[in-house]
């Protein structure tokens, strides 16, 4: 057998099997986006900003392996609104000192958070343990 033979006839299985592969995968992630606004993977949201109207509430899924935080940078968010974070705190650094002392707050794959934002204006957030590679988001709420 050539070597072209061989490489077409590898080429055609292999697409095949990937076919049955991403027909599968495809049809369970379309599903699964319209259950959420904010996916958290290893060390990002996505979408890293999301703009909603007041009144909204905003859903985040983990949908990676390792434990996320969603909590708010103290001071940028709109004046008038509350702080937020998961796991209910009631700062930024009671927030910290929670996942420090046992990963307070942690949203665990495949688990959920949500937010309703009411006053108009950016809040910018971030995971606590991933802050360091950059996981920040931002949510724009219009009035």
Do not use: K
């Not at 072209?4 to 055609?12: D, E, K, N």
Request: glycine fraction near 16%; hydrophobic fraction near 35%; aromatic fraction near 14%.
């Amino acid at each position: 057998m050539d070597r072209r033979t061989f490489l077409a006839g590898g080429a055609g299985l292999a697409s095949v099997g990937f076919a049955g592969c991403s027909a599968f995968t495809g049809t369970s992630a379309s599903a699964d986006e319209d259950d959420y606004d904010v996916g958290m993977g290893a060390a990002f949201f996505r979408p890293a900003e999301l703009e909603v109207a007041a009144g909204e509430t905003v859903v985040w899924r983990n949908t990676g392996n390792r434990r996320h935080t969603v909590t708010a940078y103290e001071g940028r968010y709109p004046d008038g609104a509350e702080f937020f974070a998961s796991g209910g705190y009631d700062d930024e650094a009671s927030a910290r000192e929670g996942w420090r002392d046992g990963f307070g707050g942690a949203i665990e794959s495949g688990e959920e958070y949500e937010e309703t934002f009411e006053v108009p204006g950016t809040y910018h957030y971030f995971c606590i343990p991933h802050e360091p590679s950059g996981m920040v988001g931002q949510v724009v709420v219009t009035e």
